[in-house]
């Protein structure tokens, strides 16, 4: 659940480089021939949108509307009586409320000559609203424009990745205590809870067995996995050899093949829905600037660590260098 800090700080990410992404965006949509992108996010999958704006959605929905020439603005069907927050915690000026999507978008295209609308990871759209969509916009040409923001998003600055070592930071520290010997397993979600939760995360999950522990958090605008044997054992040990092999232009494949156990590798910008959509072919292949989650399960047990990927091997943002 989203109910952590909210930060805006240009000494953690530079304004310009909140402004770079943009025009990244719209440099991207000129070279597509696309005149507008709308983004869509809710309080589940919002991440495209925070990356671009810094912009949180706690509740309800949103919609990010990109032209390839201007600024973007926001569509949501919140009450303008939360613009001056929105304005407070992001960088965007232009913020448009209504009772609808469809109303929303026929008015920012209104003063446009019809030209073709971009969905991005129109996949993951709810079905009725693409609909609305495209009957919102007569004459326009509407169609999917699949992962744009997560192409920008996969290598995380050099901020960020202070960011994601400060963050990597807290959750080994909630991680020990909550491994601790003697306690429940509410006891272990409460302690890695309130270690996590106090160091400014905005969204935290943490599952507990009586074997394991897995504290999954968004710190900023990326996300972090550590999860640990509350006794290392084999999980464990095979994770340090899996962890071993990780390098620049290894596959999925090659790590599998370091172990016995089940090795699964989701990338962090794919972490907020657990990497469900995310392709694990043995084929793929992992590059320097990636920060993924690699994981290790066997039939007792699962552990976790996110790695950022180097040229010279792999930094272990969640644990002791690789």
């Known amino acids: 659940m989203k109910r952590g800090l909210v930060v805006l700080d240009h000494d953690e990410i530079p304004e310009t480089q909140w402004q770079r992404r943009i025009e990244q965006v719209r440099a991207q949509l000129r070279a597509e021939e696309v005149e507008v992108a709308l983004v869509y996010g809710d309080v589940f999958r919002s991440d495209d949108i925070a990356y671009l704006t810094n912009l949180c959605i706690y509740w309800n929905e949103g919609m990010l509307a990109i032209p390839a020439d201007g600024d973007p603005a926001l569509l949501t069907k919140l009450s303008p009586r939360v613009h001056t927050w929105m304005r407070r915690t992001s960088t965007l000026t232009d913020l448009r409320s209504g009772k609808a999507f469809g109303s929303l978008v026929a008015q920012f295209v209104a003063d446009r000559e019809p030209g073709t609308i971009g969905l991005v990871d129109a996949s993951l759209w709810p079905t009725a609203l693409i609909d609305e969509v495209s009957a919102a916009a007569p004459g326009w040409v509407v169609r999917p424009l699949e ?133 694990q072919s043995p084929d793929r292949q992992l590059a320097a600037g990636d920060v993924v989650v690699v994981s290790v399960e066997n039939d007792k047990s699962a552990v976790a660590d996110t790695i950022l990927i180097t040229e010279s091997g792999a930094e272990n943002l969640t644990g002791k260098e690789v």
């Open 147 to 279: 992962g744009l923001i997560r192409q920008f998003r996969i290598r995380p600055s050099d901020a960020e990745q202070a960011l994601l070592r400060q963050a990597g930071t807290t959750l080994t520290k909630a991680a020990d205590a909550a491994t601790a010997a003697g306690l429940s397993r509410q006891e272990r979600i409460s302690v890695a809870e309130r270690v996590v939760r106090g160091a400014g995360f905005t969204d935290v999950l943490v599952r507990a067995t009586d074997a394991a522990v897995e504290i999954t958090g968004q710190h900023r605008n990326s996300w972090l996995r550590i999860a640990r044997e509350v006794e290392p054992g084999e999980a464990t040990t095979a994770l340090r050899d899996v962890l071993a092999a990780v390098t620049d232009g290894a596959t999925i494949g090659a790590l599998a093949e370091a172990t016995a156990a089940r090795v699964r590798v989701v990338h962090h910008a794919d972490l907020s829905t657990d990497g469900e959509y995310a392709s």
